[in-house]
Structures are given as structure tokens and as C-alpha cells.
């Protein structure tokens, strides 16, 4: 059955039916809430990212160089600034908002984001994003580092999310209130809060979703594992 793995923070490891194991937004070595037995990967085949910023794509390059066969999911412009960091990126140009890919039968669909997305140095910008990973007859949304916004409902009816992973530290992101109200939007599906305690400034909990939210809410602590 596919997993999905809580690395800490924003950063996850899904791996479907096929064995294809997957990295979306990789920050590992410097999170702190990573398990010391998840910071270095045995094998990868697909690295997906949502956006520049340090804390979703800081080991993006050194787990390309580790596994230079893997393939790597992201938005147009940044796809070509990994591989100036020394990222492998191979020879198609990244996807952009509603464009998708499918690499061995995954589909993996970027939609829209209200975030920034800015490498740590300054030498990149753009657009954020959100994920959508279709996999053995699931969908799966990672929302990245949004806010709400009204158009979660076309990521609904459009991908029909089995599950939804949600930012909702507050302050970066979206806090408890607005991921209620996402996942209203969303159709209500199960959720794995994510982007939360990782730092101080992070104070949304579960807890506080909880109350708000009708959906089924699955928290899990980082290295633990979610059937899909």
C-alpha cells in the first residue's frame, strides 16, 4: 500500500504501489524536527518541489547529485536555477501552474499558490505553488506555503484531493482558522497538518484545527507514516 512519510516541517517521502519513492520539498540535514534516520536517503526517484525557499528545497541538490537519475518536478523558472546550483535537471523544461507531468504513471500537477518563492541568496525569484500527486487511484495535494484562497474549490472539483497537506504554523502560512476554512473548500478530505512547531514562530496546532474542521485530521509525528 502507499505511504507517506512525515520528514518535518514541509517535507515529505511518499512511495507508491510501484516502489517509486518520492521527496516533495526536501529540507532534511538543517530541519530540526527530522529524524536523524531520515536525513540522508537511500533511494529516490522523483524530487518535487513548490517553491525556492530554503525550508522546501534545501537538500534538492544534494540528493540530485546523489541520485542523478531522479527526476525533478518544479516550476519552469526554477527548475533551470537548481541546476545552475548543481542539480541534475536532465532536458525538459519545469511545468508551470496547471500544467502536468507524469513520469512511470505518476502525475504529478502544479495549481495555483498565494505564497513568495525566493532562493535564500536572492539569486532567484518567482512564483510559488501548490502539488498534486496522482498515484494508485489517489490524489494527494500539498498546498506548500499558501494562504487560503477561493480557488481551492477548482483544485476540488478539478483533483479531487483523497488527502490534503496543509501548512498551519501561522505566520509564513496559513494558521488553524484559514486551513478550516481550505479544507471546506477542498471537499473536506483527510488532512496531515504539516509546517507547524518547527520553530517558535510556528504556534498553529492540530488541536486548534481540530476544533474548527469537520474533516478527518491525521497528525502524525515526523517519521511516521500515513497509509493512502
Known amino acids: 500500500m502507499a505511504t507517506l512519510t512525515w520528514l518535518g516541517h514541509a517535507s515529505f517521502r511518499l512511495d507508491t504501489d510501484d516502489d517509486k519513492r518520492i521527496y516533495i520539498d526536501p529540507f532534511l540535514q538543517g530541519n530540526p524536527s527530522t529524524p536523524d534516520s531520515e536525513k540522508t536517503p537511500e533511494r529516490c526517484d522523483v524530487i518535487a518541489v513548490t517553491h525556492a525557499h530554503g525550508d522546501h528545497c534545501a537538500d534538492v541538490v544534494d540528493i540530485s547529485k546523489q541520485f542523478p537519475d531522479a527526476e525533478i518536478v518544479a516550476m519552469v523558472e526554477l527548475k533551470p536555477w537548481l541546476g545552475s546550483q548543481g542539480a541534475n535537471v536532465g532536458g525538459l523544461p519545469g511545468i508551470n501552474k496547471g500544467g502536468t507531468q ?127
Open 102 to 228: 507524469e513520469i512511470d504513471g505518476i502525475k504529478f500537477t502544479l495549481t495555483d499558490a498565494r505564497h513568495s518563492s525566493a532562493a535564500p541568496d536572492g539569486s532567484y525569484g518567482g512564483e510559488a505553488a501548490g502539488l498534486v500527486v496522482r498515484a494508485d487511484g489517489k490524489s494527494v495535494y500539498f498546498a506548500g506555503d499558501t494562504c487560503v484562497f477561493g480557488d481551492m474549490a477548482l483544485i476540488a472539483r478539478l483533483y479531487k484531493p483523497d488527502v490534503a497537506v496543509l501548512p498551519i504554523g501561522d505566520w509564513f502560512t496559513m494558521g488553524p482558522e484559514e486551513a478550516a476554512v481550505a479544507l471546506e473548500l477542498l471537499g473536506n478530505p483527510r488532512c496531515v497538518p504539516c509546517h507547524y512547531g518547527t520553530f517558535p514562530v510556528l504556534t498553529g496546532t492540530p488541536e486548534a484545527l481540530a476544533k474548527l474542521t469537520s474533516a478527518k485530521l491525521e497528525p502524525i509525528e515526523p517519521g511516521e507514516s500515513i497509509d493512502l
